[in-house]
């Protein structure tokens, strides 16, 4: 199957594993355990906010987490074409200025109908 990796949905979408354009010292990686903690998506690597996850979230997914796993986990993120990585930041900036923006817009309504 062919996924799209031109847009931002499509490259959320794309499975982590065993994917031929994520690899580490040119072989696709497959940890089971990630698997197991939710990961299958690079949608499911990213918080809420849109960063990448970080040991305290990683920890909070499996309690049983090494830093030896967090350096893995680290690997993993940084073996993402970096074309996507700033794809995500990009999104991310556009998602939180839109958010501010909306935000001083329901300032300027709540003051001026006194909601």
Known sequence: MEWDNETINGVLEQPRWNNKLICIQ???VYY???IKM???TI???LT???NFLG???LKQKETLLTMGN???WLGIVHSLPCEWRR???AAISVHFHNLHCQGSLMKIMLSKFKL
């Open 26 to 28: 040119n072989k696709s």
């Open 32 to 34: 089971p355990q990630l």
């Open 38 to 40: 939710g990961i299958v």
């Open 43 to 45: 949608v499911n690597m």
């Open 48 to 50: 809420e906010s849109g």
């Open 55 to 57: 040991f305290n979230e």
């Open 70 to 72: 967090y350096f893995l």
């Open 87 to 89: 794809m995500i930041k």
